[in-house]
Nanobody, 124 residues
């Protein structure tokens, strides 16, 4: 079981990036994006459910980021727009074979599978 992120890079404030996460299997019922800035804890960004519940976003990225999947449910995307310097972080894809309770969607413990991360740097 593998999750492999790509698409990170350096961009100026106001720019856009699209992250991808390719899954070796397509049986995940919940997938999510998290990020971790230097010196900070891992922060939940967004979750998407195979059952079409949601998606759900953290307030810090709502209306700027969009989480989606391809039809085969093997690739997870994060379209990021209007990027800010505070969006600078390592971005991680996470997945669960369970339907993560909506109230627990931001809890890392509910996602057993993680990618290695892709770095996003936003300059002012």
């Amino acid at each position: 079981v593998r999750l492999v992120e790509s698409g990170g890079g350096s961009v100026q404030a106001g720019g856009s990036l699209k992250l991808s996460c390719v899954a070796s299997q397509n049986f995940y019922r919940t997938m999510a994006w998290f990020r971790q800035a230097p010196g900070k804890g891992r922060e939940w960004i967004a979750s998407i459910y195979r059952s079409l519940i949601g998606p759900y976003y953290a307030d810090s990225v709502k209306d700027r980021f969009t989480i989606s999947q391809d039809d085969a449910k093997t690739t997870l995307f994060l379209q990021m727009s209007s990027l800010k310097p505070e969006d600078t972080a390592m971005y991680y894809c996470a997945a669960s074979v369970e339907v993560v309770p909506i109230l627990r969607r931001a809890d890392q413990e509910w996602y057993p599978y993680w990618g290695q991360g892709t770095q996003v740097t936003v300059s002012s």
